[in-house]
């Protein structure tokens, strides 16, 4: 069994993100820094979208894997990919993004990660999708597309850029 | 396939040395930020194993362990038991009993770190061993070549010295001409062997190696404390027959050749004073690229993974 959601269900999530975004960000100067990889991607449309409508923000990419939390499970060390922040962090308005949120794990390091840069004056957090079963208090504060899933379900989200088309499978465990 | 040890070169696929190489990258920009540590090997310890003293090899791993926030421990050996006697046998059992995860070796013989691999759990890194193998200098050097360099591919490095008695030359040398670069050796004809590895360029006079047309000239560090010195008459001699002398340095400048050297510099013997503040040299930075790619060597072993059976057949070492 498996059900997905198409280019046009990610277009619309983003558009709602940046509409949220829009809204909240009014008279504030905001950062975005979109969590490698996937996160990225959706930062960079997000500040695209913004940008058309004449809201031009600071950008960011955050690779997190020097600080997971699972190390001790993995076969390999993940690859590094590098993070990309040119902008002063202390004191900064950030919005931290990403692709999917689940456990939250992801999350609680690319918090430790950013603030391993400076202290930033505030960090929000937008999700392309919540498909739920957290593991650690952390709660998003834009959502694009919140999505039902079981906790064994496989959510896997392609993206035009990183992976060449736009969609979404939601796997059930067999 | 995560690899337990990094023993010698020669057993990284290419792809291992591609991957350690670039991952050295994001290590690198870190150095620039205001917290320059991450915590990948937080909880996990390395123990400094140095039985030859290396003031320069074991900085370097240590800050690059503690830039992992992994706990550093050093094994002081000349200091310790192994003057009353202990065997380094006996010296392992010890440190298995430390549960330790990473250990850094250097040792004055030849295939020891190997003998050591395989009798540990830990990741072992040989820092050194006699005149074999100095793996993560040759990866140092050829991230820093790249750095200037980046298509390495038909690039000449020009290796000064003594050849013969050099694990730097040989660990740098390989990784070099793996990437492609073309590498020639230049040195008294006492200390360039006779037959070369195959394709690497042997010189024993100054003008024609620079006829050549090196991009890079590597000065190897003349061994005071290792009996190189008996090798060429004076320290005086060798620098005005191999060093790079003042007049040397200017013809350096006008071919806009890179100068490299693993330090310590013996001042007036490898390099003239002015060399130091050579505008191509590239000195200061192998020891920041050093700390990187230590790093990414110590981020990509995996304690307790399958060891190095390459290293297996070719330990000369006995432990005992």
């Known amino acids: 069994m498996s059900r ?7 277009d619309g999530g983003v558009e709602r993100l940046a509409d949220a975004i829009l809204e909240s960000s009014e008279g504030r100067s905001v950062a975005l820094v979109g969590i490698r990889s996937r996160g990225d991607e959706v930062a960079e449309r997000l500040r695209a979208r913004l940008a058309e409508r004449g ?51 992801t999350i609680r390091a690319a918090l430790d990660s950013i603030s391993d840069y400076g202290r930033p004056g505030r960090v929000q957090l937008a999700v392309l999708i919540d498909r739920g079963h957290r593991e650690l208090p952390i709660q998003p504060d834009y959502v694009g597309i919140p999505l039902e899933t079981e906790r064994h379900d496989h959510v896997h989200v392609s993206l035009a850029k990183t992976d060449g088309e736009d969609k979404v499978e939601i796997r059930k465990k067999e | 396939m995560a690899r337990k040890d990094l023993l010698e070169l020669a057993s990284l696929t290419r792809e291992e040395i591609d991957r350690i190489l670039e991952q050295a990258v994001p290590f690198k920009e870190l150095f620039t930020r205001s917290v ?12 400094m194993l140095f039985y030859e003293p290396s003031t320069r090899t074991h900085s370097s791993f240590e800050v690059a362990a503690k830039r992992l926030s992994a706990d550093v421990t050093n094994f ?66 050829a991230f820093t070549v790249k750095e200037v360099f980046p298509e390495m591919s038909g690039k000449r490095v020009l290796i000064v010295g003594d050849i013969l008695h050099s694990r730097v030359a040989r660990s740098t040398s390989s990784v070099l001409r793996r990437l492609g670069v073309e590498v020639a050796y230049l040195g008294p004809g006492s200390l360039v062997p006779k037959c070369c590895p195959e394709g690497v360029r042997r010189f024993t006079d100054y003008r024609e190696a620079m006829a050549w047309g090196p991009d890079v000239v590597y000065l190897l560090r003349v061994q005071m404390e290792r009996q190189d010195v008996q090798y060429f008459p004076s320290l005086r001699e060798y620098h005005r027959v191999y060093g790079v002398t003042r007049d040397r340095l200017d013809e350096l400048e006008d071919k806009g050749i890179w100068l490299m050297h693993p330090g310590p510099v013996n001042r007036g013997v490898e390099l003239c004073d002015e060399a130091m503040d ?11 690229n050093g700390i990187a790619v230590r790093m990414s060597v110590l981020y990509s072993l995996k304690p307790g993974a399958s060891g190095d059976e390459e290293a297996e057949g070719e330990a000369e070492a006995s432990l005992e």
């Open chain 1, 55 to 105: 809201r031009e923000l600071d950008f960011g990419t955050l690779d997190i894997s020097l600080y997971r939390d699972d190390y001790e499970h993995l076969h390999e060390n993940p690859k590094l990919q590098g993070s990309d922040i040119t902008f002063e962090v202390d004191g900064a308005d950030i919005i931290l993004v990403d692709d999917v949120l689940f456990t939250g794990r």
């Open chain 2, 76 to 141: 002081d050996v000349p200091h310790s038991s192994v003057v009353k006697g202990e065997s380094v046998r006996e010296t392992v059992e010890t440190l298995q009993a430390m549960r330790t995860d990473y250990i850094v070796v250097r040792h004055g013989r030849s295939g020891l770190p190997g003998m050591i691999a395989r009798q540990t759990k830990a990741s072992v890194v040989n820092a050194g061993d006699g005149a074999h193998a100095h793996p993560t200098q040759g990866l140092l050097d």
């Open chain 2, 36 to 47: 320059k540590k991450v915590p990948a090997l937080k909880g996990k310890s390395v123990l």
């Open chain 2, 278 to 288: 050579y505008q191509r040299s590239l000195i200061n930075r192998q020891v920041e």
């Open chain 1, 4 to 10: 997905t959601l198409t280019a046009e269900d990610i």
